[in-house]
């Protein structure tokens, strides 16, 4: 069983973690529970990311700690919340060093005073497993309403922000370096291999964005399991089917690089990998101009892929006709 951590790393955690935890509400962190006063609906959200499959052994610590908070912050961003606060779990290795928890620490900290949360709280333990950190995070909607799964409607205009694809390729680069990058031109291999690792490590949910989904999305979600899962993920809960037009699929210089070389195989394995943490949602086709504008001022890029419509499940089309997608998405 795991053992808790001794009392010198809980003297390290408590003069570590306490010095983020400023709201009254977080007690210090010299309790066991916090205080949470609201006025009006909390929306709510918790993902935990594990060494080995969620990030590798060897990241810097910094940027597990800022993943683990991002993801959360992507499920509220994809729901119009904005985030006020988190718990945080932290399941510590024995093999790995009690001193890098400084630099987690410290990671969390700088991402906390980014997005503006407060940290309330949360648990530390050791474990001779992997490295895990869990994070529930505590969200304010932004809207009269909070967009679900299951809002769809036939004639819905489906939209997606920011590029997908950038992580699958930088765990690739990662992980089966350097053929990944093989096809980009010799002269940008360490340019796109930067980009890639980076938005695999550091995913940037878009949200400045938050405000115009809460005002305009039917239904939404983040694109954690792949944009055909999460797409899969509408389709299912609303009872609808959903189009996507692969040529609209936003991809970066290193995705377009990698498309080009491999064709429909390699668009299918970035659009089924994951770990994008963009927003995917729905709109009436009347609010287009809106949405573009608030991404416009919002300084976010937002494309539109696709259609909702009658049936069931998720057809990709192509320029030759639809390219057959089998099962795709990653699955717990």
């Known amino acids: 069983a795991p053992r808790h951590m001794s009392a010198d790393e809980f003297d390290t955690i408590r ?52 993943k ?32 890098e928890i400084a630099g987690f620490a ?18 530390t333990t050791a474990t001779p497993g992997p490295l895990t950190v869990s994070v529930t995070a505590f969200g304010v909607p932004l809207g009269p309403r909070v967009p679900a799964r299951a ?7 489906l939209w997606v922000t920011g590029e997908i694809g950038d992580a699958c390729l930088g765990l690739m680069s990662l992980t089966e370096a350097p053929a990944v990058l093989g096809a980009a031109p010799a002269d940008q291999v360490d340019a796109f291999a930067s980009l890639v690792r980076a938005r695999y490590r550091l ?19 983040d694109v954690s399991d792949g944009l055909l899962a999460d ?21 970066s210089a290193p995705g377009h690089a990698y498309v080009a070389a491999r064709g429909d195989e ?19 086709p009347e609010d287009r101009g809106r949405i573009l504008e608030a991404a416009r001022a919002a300084d976010v890029t937002v494309s539109l892929i696709g259609d909702i419509e009658g049936g069931s499940g998720v057809r990709l089309e192509g320029k030759a006709g639809e390219i057959a997608i089998g099962t795709a998405g990653h699955r717990h």
Do not use: M
Not at 32 to 41: I, M, Q
Not at 106 to 123: H, I, K, S, T, V
Not at 266 to 284: E, M
């Open 266 to 284: 390699g668009l299918l394995r970035l659009v089924s990998a994951g770990d994008d943490y963009q927003a995917l949602f729905t709109a009436a």
């Open 203 to 221: 995913p940037a949910p878009p949200v400045a964005f938050a405000p115009a989904i809460a005002r305009f999305a039917r239904a939404s979600c």
């Open 151 to 157: 809002d769809a409607q036939v004639g819905d205009q």
């Open 231 to 251: 797409a899969g993920n509408i389709a299912r809960a609303s009872g609808v089917s959903v189009r996507i037009d692969a040529e609209a699929i936003p991809l």
């Open 15 to 66: 003069d570590l973690f306490a010095p983020l935890a400023q709201s009254a509400g977080a007690r210090g962190l010299n309790d066991d529970v916090a205080v949470l006063e609201a006025t009006s609906a909390l929306v709510v959200t918790s993902d935990a990311i594990v060494e080995g499959v969620h990030f590798l052994p060897d990241d810097p610590i910094e940027a597990v700690a800022k």
């Open 68 to 99: 683990a908070l991002r993801v959360n912050i992507s499920d509220l961003v994809a729901k119009g919340a904005r985030c006020t606060g988190v718990l945080v779990t932290l399941i510590w290795p024995e093999r790995r060093p009690s001193a």
């Open 106 to 123: 410290r990671g969390l900290g700088e991402d906390l005073q980014f997005y503006g949360a407060q940290l309330l709280g949360g648990d």
